[in-house]
Structure formats: C-alpha cells, structure tokens
C-alpha cells in the first residue's frame, strides 16, 4: 500500500524550503568576485531577518493553532497586532538596532578623490569603484538625510512586510489544514465504511448457516448416510466462509470453487429428476478479485424460492468476462409462493453493493409468470483496487 506523506509534513517542508532560500539569498547577494563574500553585510541582513522568523514561528505554531483555527479570530487579532508593536517597536527601542549608514555626499568638486561609493550597502557590492566626474554635483545637490524620517519609514516598511508575511503564513496554513480535514474525514468515512461492511458480513453467515442446517436436518430423514458425508461438505463451506471470507476480496476462481460446493450440498435434498440445474462458466477463470460471498447470494435465493419437492424446476447461472466486467446471472423457476425481489439475502446484497462499488455496478431482477431473473454486473478493476486506499 502506497504511503502519501501527509498535509503536516509537506507544510513544513515548504516552510523549510523558503527560510532556507531566504537564508541564502545574502551569500549571493553580497558576494563580489575579488573580495569574496561581504560576511558583515550578511550577518546584517540576517539580523534583519531574524525578527520575521521570530514572527513566523510565533504565528505558525501558536498563534494560529491556539487561537485562529479555534474560532477566536478576535483575540487572534489582538494578540497579533500587540507581538507585531513589541517586535518591531519596543524591542529595537531597548535593545537599540543600528541605524542605516547615510550615503557620503561629496564635495562639489572637479579635484575630488574616487570614492566607492557602494561599497558596504546592501546587495551592491563593487559596482563601481570611481565614478564619473559628472555626477558627483548631482550627487552632492541631494537633500539632506534625515534619520527620524527613515526610521518611520523603516518602521512603515517592517510592518507592512510583517503583514504581508502573516498573510502568507496564514493562506497556506489554512489550505493544509483544509487538506488535513479532508483526510480525516475520508479515513473516518473509510472506517465507517469497514465496519458496515464488516456487520453485513456477519449477517450473511448466520443466513447461509441457517438454510444449509435446515437442508441437512431435512436430508437426515431422507438418507442418513448421505447426511454424513453432507456434514464433511459443510466443512468444507465453512472453512471458506470463516477464513477466506474475512478477507476483503478473494480470487474469482475460489468464489467459483465455493458456489460449486454450496450446489453440491443443496442438491442433496432434491431429486434429480425434478431439477435442471445448469451452470455456465469460463474454461479458464482469470485472476481477478472480489469481494466474498457475492455471488452465492444469488443462488442461495434461487435455491430458497425457485426450488419445488413436487414439480419440476429448473436454476440456470452463467458467468462471464466482458471488457472488465464481472457479469453474473441466475434465473430460475418459481413456486406457487411469489418470488420475492426484497427478501433478506437479496436486501444485504444491495447494501454491500452501494457501500463496495458506490454506483459503479448494476444489479437488475425481472420478474416474469413462472421465472425470476437476478442478473449483476460489477467492474473488474474496481474491485481489485477497492481496499488498496
């Protein structure tokens, strides 16, 4: 059975997957092909980074759990906007964090000496050693730095990306759980599904049981001996339906081998004479797979309804392979007491039908003067691969 690594797994494994890009991007960012890797730049940018990964984590693995996925999105909010102001505003106010380095301005002069200018800054690292002559007046007309503007406007632009980050840490947390949800509730449905199928199982055994002792106990009046060695086939039966039977499908060929035992034992109590019975199978059967105790539902009802002590009846079954199909039919005789389309057996076939091939199958019955005809069709493959989930 094939393994899927669940919704939790391949959330982390993305949120591993981009800190580690983000962890990475300076070591390229700040690497110069003559100097080589700007090492303070990037401990810098990873001091910068650092609060955000403080905020995911926060959020990730508390925040969302413990309260947003608990229907408090209310206290969510709060607890969120209160972490944000004391990330990004109280604690740079009391531990202090290194202003940004303002750029030179340079001297309106033709005799200045080379400066580099980008040397140290973020992400431009050896551009350009000396630049020409004619842009250091522009340079030099800039405005004046100002450090309380640039501090409200980092600050802007750290809660803004802050946002952005919850926002993204959010949407996927949600759709992974949304994921997780829908797994549970299919293995839920699954087991539900396990267990029906189980308590229909355990009905036909005791329905099948009973109709076969009933034929043994008529044929111990009739013949003794024959009664014996009918105990040694019900054996037999039994051995199949308490072991193979507990399985969730068979071999078509064993279900086969079973349907011929059980009309083995049910024509014990008939006479020959008054029963045409005649089955239709494939010279060689396939090796598929079905459920068990499938099909001798539908001989069982012939036996129980279309079998007379006193006048002549007849069963007919025939099975057959077509375009992977599974296709079944039965039609025998009836008594004087109508046959019925809704008895027990017939009943619990349905319901495991609706609960193994979820509408994938057909199952008709045609009723006519004199002859009941119960024909079904269920897919090959699908119920090979009906349990592999």
């Known amino acids: 059975m094939k393994r899927h690594p669940s919704p939790t797994v391949l959330e982390n494994g993305i949120y591993a997957l981009i800190w580690l890009i983000v962890a990475l991007i300076p070591l390229f960012g700040y690497y110069d092909a003559a100097e080589g890797i700007y090492w303070k730049e990037v401990i810098r940018f990873w001091q910068r980074v650092v609060p955000f990964f403080v905020l995911f984590l926060v959020n990730n693995y508390l925040l969302t759990r413990y309260f947003l996925t608990r229907k408090r999105s209310g206290l969510y909010v709060v607890v969120m906007l209160a972490f944000v102001i004391v990330l990004f505003v109280v604690a740079p106010a009391l531990f202090g964090r290194q202003t940004p380095r303002p750029i030179p301005r340079f001297v309106e002069s ?29 340079l ?17 632009n750290d809660c803004l990306l802050a946002m952005l980050l919850i926002g993204f840490n959010i949407a996927i947390r949600l759709l992974f759980q949304s994921m997780q949800d829908a797994r549970r509730l299919r293995e839920l449905e699954s087991q539900n599904l396990k267990a029906e199928l189980q308590y229909l199982k355990m009905q036909v055994n005791p329905h099948f049981f009973m109709n076969t002792l009933n034929n043994i106990h008529a044929l111990i009046d009739i013949d003794a001996e024959k009664a014996k060695e009918t105990v040694i086939d019900l054996s037999r039966i039994m051995r199949y339906v308490l072991y193979d039977a507990d399985r969730p499908t068979v071999p078509l060929r064993k279900e086969v081998e079973f349907i011929g035992n059980y009309i083995e034992l049910m024509l ?5 004479e008054l029963l045409d019975l005649r089955t239709a199978y494939p010279a060689e059967i396939p090796d598929v797979q079905i459920p068990p ?3 001798v539902t539908l001989i069982e009802n012939a036996f129980k309804h279309g079998i007379s002590y006193r006048h002549p009846s007849f069963i007919h079954t025939e099975l057959t392979l077509e375009q992977g199909w599974i296709v079944y039919t039965v039609c025998n005789s009836t008594t004087d007491k109508p046959a019925s389309s809704n008895g027990v057996g017939l009943e619990i076939l349905r319901r495991r039908l609706s609960l ?9 019955v045609e009723q006519q003067e004199g002859t009941f005809r119960a024909t079904l069709r269920i897919p090959i493959e699908y119920a090979h ?5």
């Open 356 to 364: 193994l091939y979820e509408g994938k199958q057909t199952f008709s």
């Open 293 to 295: 105790l499938l099909l």
């Open 268 to 272: 014990s109590r008939y006479r020959p």
């Open 385 to 389: 691969t009906l349990y592999s989930d």
């Open 110 to 138: 033709p005799t200045a000496p080379p400066v580099n200018l980008y040397k140290g800054l973020p992400f431009l690292p050896g551009w350009s050693d000396v630049f020409p002559e004619e842009m250091r007046p522009i």
């Open 140 to 156: 030099d007309r800039r405005p004046p730095w100002h450090p309380t503007l640039f501090k409200w406007e980092r600050l802007f």
